[in-house]
């Protein structure tokens, strides 16, 4: 350690831990062992009085490094926001006494736990240095909103509301989108009973009318580069014309584009013009202005009319979307009391195999629409016969026969299909199988099966593709649990029906929460913090360019695209980019990636500093590295419910799974570790990883630890990688503990000394 790195441990007795710990021996550990300078106790660390004496040893430039032993690092993070010091925490509540039961003959067990916490909180925080802002960039408030709809112009109004200037790109010559096309919109207010206006006048006159917003019509971007707090944006117009302006966040509210319904050729929409779209049937409701809605055939008023839904939805048939659009059920309420509304007589039937009417109107506006004699009946159109009056040809769910009713025009409920850019992680059909049947790969099987425009949106300069990833079916990919609004690209927000299916309101919220994501992202590139998950972080990767190989693999692995290449091909790190999860770090395979306050050294020595009993004493260790957002928390959260954990076991939270490197693999097995237990985020269809890829990272480096293990004569059964929600508070603990048990079966390791 070098002389000017003053370490202080500061111990806490509260919460039953002065009772089950000897605190004096937890001292002398730190002093002796962990080379902290002092060590001190106290009845209660998070009180008034030791925060204050932290905040005086500090003040006094006694220690400059900080050890706090005491809760989860989790807890009383206001209380010990030292944001001058390198900071670490020993967990001695959640992660050692709330998780051995009282007793005599755990005692010793439990003591040895929290010896080892300590020499591994030293050893961490020793190799910490206090991060700094790295100031690649000012302030910036300008935020660019991508599309002039009713989700880009709420975003612009609600952000400049709040005092930021905006500029809107919107590729057609009027702001309104698929909303100004409407007659009417579903209501939005109690009573929920009829249309309303769709309010997207007031919306325009209301940004016409802003001085903060600016708005490009005719115009697209054929470039965007740089990062949060310093984008820079070629807005090009339709004859050619660029100008260059620079942001500090971008909105992306390119919306959606109709389903082609030329797709249908059993519903006759090619063959007859009374079959025709949900959006159409707008148009012809606009020009009946109330009145009568007449036919496009011949003009005639119509006295019926069949609305079929989920028209090419929900459908695993080629060509189909394969998901529920979400507004088509309202919307074909809302449109069938278009007809009601000017004439009570005319025959409305909805034909429906599930109605879906979400949202705070749904119930209440079906209701009103019975009221109205709309017919809901329950049916699967199989074919619409074209004729003077057309034939629509269903079989009735209810009564499990085929039938068909006779009307003057058919509306499709068709659904919506996201205007993204092309998936920069996309994977050609070509590959799809591998020599002689392989079987697929993750990312193969992540072939998008609805077709999406190929014209890029954003015209992104970065090293991983020109546009957002996506999720699936076209729609740009974000994490729909936690931060809904983020992409894989910092300081740009997805927002509207370009993110998931959605109706106005919901489209409305969505750009409400994506303004104020991109309000927070100027102002953390401002400071030089890192965006979610770990707000606030002013660490950033930074590395050894005499050791780099130019391997490229943080460069291709970043899930966030926050790696480019200079002209040399060594990385270039974009700090406002950077999310700080650590998969570049955990990908060098010369390990010459770190941050300032995580770096391979920072778990590497927690690693090497646990002690390691020689195979006589029977007394196995077994290395958990546990994701920070998931893992750890279950743990805590099983340790609030008394879940015991194996006395074997020590935990080491990670930020990402994706940012282990093998070198702690391989350290811990040469120090003499039984077993190793990795957990990290689900990667399932109703669950993601915070850092979006961690999991899948890991899951394929690990795939070859076990060969590296068999070299060794070590089975490969001493190193588990599992995937953990932040809900599983009974399975964490138990894996560990089966850990605990196989290690029981194969014996410990011989490598111990």
């Known amino acids: 350690m070098s002389a000017d790195k003053k370490i202080g441990a500061y111990i806490c007795k509260g919460c039953g831990i002065g009772e089950r710990l000897n605190t004096d021996q937890l001292e002398m550990i730190a002093t002796r062992e962990g080379k902290a300078a002092f060590a001190k106790s106290h009845d209660m660390l998070c009180s008034k009085e030791g925060v204050a004496l932290i905040r005086a040893d500090i003040d006094a430039g006694e220690a400059n490094h900080v050890l706090i032993a005491a809760c989860s690092r989790r807890a009383k993070v206001e209380a010990f926001n030292f944001t001058d010091v390198a900071l670490a925490r020993a967990n001695l509540r959640e992660g050692v006494i709330w998780v051995r039961p009282e007793s ?11 010896e ?17 802002s790295s100031e690649e960039q000012e302030l910036n408030k300008h935020i660019l909103v991508v599309g002039g709809g009713v989700t880009g112009m709420t975003a612009a109004i609600e952000a400049a509301a709040a005092g930021y200037p905006i500029s809107i790109v919107e590729k057609t010559g ?17 009573p929920y009973a009829d249309p309303q206006d769709t309010g997207i006048a007031e919306m325009i006159a209301a940004i016409e009318g802003n001085d903060r917003i600016t708005v490009h019509l005719n115009s ?47 519903f006759a929409y090619d063959k007859s013009p009374d079959v025709v779209t949900n959006l159409e049937l707008e148009a012809l409701a606009k020009a009946a202005d109330g009145g009568p809605i007449k036919r496009p055939s011949d003009g005639r008023e119509v006295k019926s009319v069949a609305f079929v839904q989920c028209a090419g939805q929900r ?4 060509g189909h979307l394969p998901y529920c659009s979400g507004f088509c059920c309202t919307t074909s309420i809302k449109q069938a009391m278009y007809f009601k509304d000017g004439n009570s007589d005319v025959d409305t039937t909805v034909l429906f195999s599930d109605l879906r009417t979400p949202g705070a109107p749904g119930e209440d506006f079906y209701r009103s629409g019975q009221q109205k004699g709309i017919v809901f009946s329950k049916g699967q159109v199989s074919e619409v016969v074209p004729g003077d009056t057309l034939e629509v040809k269903f079989k009735d769910l209810i009564l499990n026969e085929d039938t068909a009713m006779q009307c003057d025009l058919v509306v ?24 002689q049947g392989a079987e697929k790969t993750e990312e193969v099987e992540a072939v998008q099966t609805v077709e999406v425009s190929v014209d890029s949106i954003l015209n992104l300069d970065y090293r991983q593709g020109t546009d957002l990833p996506h999720l699936r079916h076209g729609f740009t990919d974000s994490h729909f649990i936690c931060f809904p609004y983020e992409t894989r690209r910092t300081g740009i927000y997805a927002a509207g029906p370009v993110r998931r299916p959605m109706d106005i309101q919901q489209a409305r919220d969505d750009a409400t929460g994506a303004a104020m994501k991109a309000i927070q992202a100027v102002e ?16 950033y990767p930074v590395f050894r360019k005499e050791g780099c190989t130019q391997c490229k693999r943080c460069t291709v692995e970043c899930p966030f695209g926050a790696i480019n290449e200079d002209e040399k091909s060594y990385p270039l790190f974009n700090e406002s980019r950077c999310r700080r999860c650590g998969t570049c770090m955990g990908a060098c395979p010369v390990r010459v990636i770190s941050f300032e306050n995580y770096s391979i050294d920072t778990v590497g020595q927690q690693i090497k500093n646990c ?7 029977e007394k196995p260790r077994i290395l958990v590295l546990a994701c920070e957002n998931d893992a750890y928390p279950a743990l805590d959260q099983a340790a609030m419910n008394g879940v015991e954990i194996n006395p074997w076991a020590r935990v080491i939270p990670v930020r990402c799974l994706g940012s282990i490197s093998l070198s702690w693999i391989t350290d811990a097995m040469n120090s003499g570790y039984d077993g190793v237990v990795l957990m990290g985020c689900r990667r399932d269809d109703d669950y993601q990883c915070h850092f979006i890829r961690g999991s899948a990272i890991a899951a394929e480096r690990m795939s070859k630890v076990g060969d590296t293990l068999q070299t060794l004569s070590l089975e490969p059964e001493r190193v588990q990688v599992y995937e953990v929600a932040t809900t599983d508070i009974e399975r964490a603990p138990k894996l560990i503990n089966d850990m605990a048990e196989t290690v029981e079966k194969i014996g410990m390791s011989p490598f111990k000394f």
């Open 116 to 132: 080892d916490y300590i020499r591994m909180g030293c050893a961490e925080v020793k190799f910490m240095t206090l991060p700094s």
């Open 104 to 114: 005599d003959e755990n005692q010793e067990t439990t003591q040895e736990m929290a």
């Open 220 to 266: 697209t971007l054929t470039r965007t580069s740089g990062a949060p707090g310093r984008f820079s944006a070629d807005i090009t117009t339709e004859s050619g014309a660029t100008t260059t302006e620079n942001f500090g966040a971008i909105v992306q509210a390119s919306g959606f584009k109709p389903y082609d319904a030329n797709q249908l050729p059993e």
């Open 524 to 539: 953390n590139a401002a400071k030089g913090r890192a965006a979610h998950p770990r707000v606030g972080d002013l660490s």
């Open 174 to 190: 009027a702001l309104g989108g698929h909303a100004g096309q409407l007659h009417k919109r579903t209501p939005n207010r109690s």
């Open 412 to 435: 499709l409920a068709t659904g919506m299909v996201a205007t993204t850019g092309p998936d920069p992680d996309a994977v050609p059909m070509e590959a799809e199988e591998g020599e």
């Open 315 to 318: 459908s695993d048939k080629e």
């Open 611 to 617: 002690d390691i009993p020689d195979e006589f004493d």
